[in-house]
């Protein structure tokens, strides 16, 4: 039990380090700076920052939420972020079976633990990113569509490939009886990304779950006057939501949805 707690507690701090960077990339997707050997710096006074300015969450609680060289606001991104990365991570951990000793672990489950902690990765950037710059950034979602297809080729999931094909073709076809209005091309990539991590039929419970997440915030947003009907907001962040909601309940959801039909 001290080794699992010790694991987790690696696990979570991990989690920041990595949501850190997530910020850094974020940010760098959008303002075209290289996103490996760049110095971290303040976005208004343009001062570089040390690693006293740097330490997730923690640095954002000590300054306040501002600069120390200029007082300007820092995005509550940054810890929200950094925060999320180290609990999903840590959630990721949990439910492939939080094994305690990394010496007594097959290889493979090394490498799913790696990809199911990358693909939560790809969620964080890919919510964090729409819902700011409203794009699902193709720099991020290519690569995590090709890894996907490798990874699931090497585990002979040939169904999880069909799952991931099945899905973009979804969100393509919602494009085309929308004209171009409903959704857009980050989201069929997304799609078909969800499909291939979640396989089926647990992608069908992912989309399911990002829909009505969707409409329900959507209602909301119309109901607070905060949008007008017509108006779009960003999707990306619900098929996140959605995805990683799939990730652990996926199974739990489907056979509870089957078992009150069959009632």
Same mark, same amino acid.
């Given at each position: 039990?001290?080794?699992?707690?010790?694991?987790?507690?690696?696990?979570?701090?991990?989690?920041?380090?990595?949501?850190?960077?997530?910020?850094?990339?974020?940010?760098?997707? @959008?303002?075209?700076?290289?996103?490996? %050997?760049?110095?971290?710096?303040?976005?208004?006074?343009?001062?570089?920052?040390?690693?006293?300015?740097?330490?997730?969450?923690?640095?954002?609680?000590?300054?306040?939420?501002?600069?120390?060289?200029?007082?300007?606001?820092?995005?509550?991104?940054?810890?929200?972020?950094?925060?999320?990365?180290?609990?999903?991570?840590?959630?990721?951990?949990?439910?492939?079976?939080? @094994?305690?000793?990394?010496?007594?672990?097959?290889?493979?489950?090394?490498?799913?633990? #790696?990809?199911?902690?990358?693909?939560?990765?790809?969620?964080?950037?890919?919510?964090?990113?729409?819902?700011?710059?409203?794009?699902?950034?193709?720099?991020?979602?290519?690569?995590?569509?090709?890894?996907?297809?490798?990874?699931?080729?090497?585990?002979?999931?040939?169904?999880?490939?069909?799952?991931?094909?099945?899905? #973009?073709?979804?969100?393509?076809?919602?494009?085309?009886?929308?004209?171009?209005?409903?959704?857009?091309?980050?989201?069929?990539?997304?799609?078909?990304?969800?499909?291939?991590?979640?396989?089926?039929?647990?992608?069908?419970?992912?989309?399911?779950?990002? %829909?009505?997440?969707?409409?329900?915030?959507?209602? #909301?947003?119309?109901?607070?006057?905060? @949008?007008? %009907?017509?108006?779009?907001?960003?999707?990306?962040?619900?098929?996140?939501?959605?995805?990683?909601?799939?990730?652990?309940?996926?199974?739990?959801?489907?056979?509870?949805? %089957?078992?009150?039909?069959?009632?």
């Amino acid at each position: 039990m001290e080794e699992i707690s010790l694991f987790v507690v690696t696990v979570f701090v991990v989690g920041l380090l990595v949501g850190s960077f997530l910020n850094a990339l974020i940010y760098r997707l @959008k303002s075209g700076e290289k996103i490996l %050997f760049s110095r971290s710096h303040c976005l208004k006074c343009n001062r570089v920052l040390t690693w006293l300015d740097l330490i997730p969450v923690f640095s954002w609680l000590i300054l306040r939420g501002r600069c120390r060289y200029c007082c300007s606001p820092i995005s509550i991104q940054y810890p929200l972020v950094e925060l999320s990365t180290a609990l999903l991570f840590v959630f990721v951990f949990i439910g492939l079976g939080a @094994k305690p000793a990394p010496i007594a672990v097959e290889i493979m489950d090394l490498v799913t633990l #790696g990809f199911y902690l990358f693909s939560a990765a790809v969620f964080i950037v890919v919510f964090a990113y729409d819902l700011r710059y409203g794009l699902i950034p193709d720099k991020v979602i290519l690569p995590a569509i090709v890894i996907g297809v490798l990874y699931k080729s090497f585990l002979g999931r040939w169904e999880d490939l069909l799952s991931g094909l099945g899905a #973009g073709l979804f969100f393509l076809a919602i494009i085309w009886l929308t004209k171009g209005k409903g959704m857009g091309g980050g989201d069929v990539k997304l799609g078909a990304f969800i499909g291939l991590l979640l396989g089926w039929p647990n992608a069908l419970a992912g989309l399911y779950l990002s %829909f009505v997440l969707g409409a329900i915030v959507s209602l #909301g947003l119309i109901a607070t006057r905060r @949008k007008k %009907f017509g108006q779009t907001i960003p999707f990306g962040p619900f098929l996140a939501v959605g995805a990683i909601m799939a990730m652990f309940y996926g199974n739990w959801l489907i056979d509870w949805y %089957f078992n009150a039909i069959l009632r």
